[in-house]
């Protein structure tokens, strides 16, 4: 009896990762900008579809006037920036902490964008939100000049634990890795040199 093999064609087809990265430094000549460029080449190496939000790129006002009693106007920016988020499957945020948190124009973007109907929505009687953003992961690079030691020790990680905790996790987003850098101030060239090489590995391997 004569044998006969089927090849099946499952048509199976493979949705490479959407990695959408944030740049929360204001300056375009920082390291920070250079961390950004080093994760998106490595995400690009492993053929992710990568997107960018430069943050003091957006046309926006970072002032959340009515808190949420009332909806304040979403800029196009804003919207275009919605849409990326929603669309990753992995973000990224890179910034630098300043006096413990990080920078204004990142926060108002936060207060703008991760609103009630956009990455959570109140449940009536019960105490927490339900998150809009289930199914997608992040990472946190944030750069310092305070030692981990010390960020970790005596101030406990302010600016990590709000936007791990009381943003990105609050809103469905896990897990949450984070890469921390430090100090900064005075860093040789290797030692710079040698986070960038790290983050461009962080950014091929999509993690």
Known sequence: MLNTFVLINYNT?????KVLIINGHPDKESFNAGLVDAYKKGAENSSAQVELITISELDFNPNLQFGYRK???LEPDLR????KIKDADHIVWVFP???YGYPAMMKGFIDRTFLPGITFDYVP?????KPLLKGKTGRII??????????????????INQLKKGTLQFCGIKPVKVTYIAPIKDSTEEFRKKWLRNVEQLGKANK
């Open 13 to 17: 087809t493979m949705t490479n990762k």
């Open 71 to 73: 909806r304040t106007e």
């Open 80 to 83: 275009e920036a919605i849409k």
């Open 97 to 99: 902490m300043w006096w």
């Open 125 to 129: 009687g019960k105490p927490l939100p």
């Open 142 to 159: 944030v750069t310092a000049d305070t030692p981990k030691w010390y960020n970790n020790l005596f101030m406990r990680n302010p600016a």
